[in-house]
């Protein structure tokens, strides 16, 4: 496993744009392609974007694109989350994840989470 640490988050108006960051150490972590999910109360944590686990791929929920952009700093072992046009319905808690895996879609997919970070957005 790696260990992911977030940063970024808070409260935002409608149309408004927020920046998610996970810093992750470990030996183990160039073998890691890097996720976000999302939890908002009373629902199942569902999945927002991603890396493919070769190349340069990139994954994201139907939800979220065009809106939310994946990236990363190699140097800096760091993904980031840039969010923009942020809807009310985006608020939740999200979550960096790693996996070492093909399939990407499922939490069940991962196995290193950060700690979470609370986005809310208001109309």
């Known amino acids: 496993q790696v260990q992911l640490v977030q940063s970024g988050g808070g409260l935002v108006q409608a149309g408004g744009s927020l920046r998610l960051s996970c810093a992750a150490s470990?030996?183990?972590?160039?073998?890691?392609?890097m996720g976000w999910f999302r939890q908002a109360p009373g629902k199942e944590r569902e999945f927002v974007a991603t890396?493919?686990?070769?190349?340069?791929?990139?994954y994201y929920a139907d939800s979220v694109k065009g809106r939310f952009t994946i990236s990363r700093d190699n140097a800096k072992n760091t993904v980031y989350l840039q969010m923009n046009s942020l809807k009310p319905e985006d608020t939740a808690v999200y979550y960096c994840?790693?996996?070492?895996?093909?399939?990407?879609?499922?939490?069940?997919?991962?196995?290193?989470w950060g700690q979470g970070t609370q986005v809310t957005v208001s109309s």
């Open positions: 890396f493919g686990l070769i190349g340069s791929t990139l």
């Open positions: 994840a790693g996996r070492r895996g093909l399939g990407y879609r499922n939490q069940y997919d991962y196995d290193s």
């Open positions: 470990g030996r183990t972590f160039s073998s890691y392609a």
